[in-house]
């Protein structure tokens, strides 16, 4: 697991605007630095309202600067339902995000939509170790695990991240990168989610939260020592940089 002194930076801002101008820059220069460094770009995306914050990627100047081609997408948790429908996280960020910028379609990794949770879970993890054993994806010399470039995740009321939720066994895997829940508290129940040891051995987080009704969790993960929210848990090897618009850091 990533060291509990990981390096963290807060960023507020006015509004959500603001912070969907930054989180694109912010992006953009990872992926330049990425890139330059490994050739690659390994993201992965969350739902909720992450998607429509990152808008400005699809924008100039970033949407003709940044080195689509060498982008590798994954996603932190998703809903275990067919890829075209509704409440599919794919589908979310098909439509906001992904059908906006030129990454080679084989480079995007969607769960197995054909499948039992557990049976998605199980499949998203070997498709992992393939990646592994093919170079795509290298693991975390500290930790093993899977070590991602960039994981941009959003929270919610209750301090979920990913579909890790309080009082909830998922948060407590230690071995498996990819689990599974088949009794979410918020809806659909079925999901398949990272762990946090694959979410700790990301290079560089982002938590993006934006909104008033934020601001209780956010008071809590940041400015409680001892906080049990899930949350609180996110320590990547690098470092992890919170992006806040000015309702969700109104209680700081």
Request: no cysteine.
């Amino acid at each position: 697991m990533a060291s509990e002194k990981a390096k963290k930076t807060i960023l507020k801002f006015d509004t959500e605007d603001d912070v969907a101008v930054a989180l694109a820059k912010y992006t953009a220069d990872l992926s330049q630095r990425f890139i330059q460094e490994k050739g690659s770009f390994n993201v992965v995306l969350s739902g909720g309202t992450l998607i429509d914050t990152m808008r400005y990627l699809t924008q100039a100047p970033h949407k003709e600067s940044v080195d689509w081609s060498k982008w590798n997408i994954f996603w932190l948790d998703e809903r275990v339902v067919p890829l075209d429908h509704k409440d599919s996280n794919y589908k979310l960020a098909y439509d906001g995000f992904l059908s906006k910028v030129s990454i080679p379609g084989g480079q995007i990794f969607p769960i197995n939509d054909k499948k039992s949770p557990e049976g998605a879970a199980e499949d998203y993890e070997a498709l992992h170790r393939d990646l592994v054993a093919r170079k795509i994806l290298p693991l975390s010399d500290a930790t093993g695990f899977p070590k991602f470039d960039l994981m941009l995740l959003g929270m919610g009321p209750d301090g979920h991240v990913a579909s890790l939720f309080p009082n909830h066994p998922q948060r407590n895997e230690k071995e498996r990168w990819v689990t599974f829940i088949t009794n979410s508290p918020k809806p659909p129940p079925p999901r398949i989610t990272y762990t946090f040891p694959v979410i700790n051995s990301s290079s560089e987080i982002a938590m993006v939260v934006t909104g008033a009704e934020l601001a209780t969790a956010v008071k809590d993960v940041l400015g409680n020592p001892n906080s049990n929210l899930p949350a609180a848990e996110v320590s990547p090897q690098g470092l992890l940089t919170w992006f806040l618009d000015k309702d969700a850091a109104s209680k700081l």
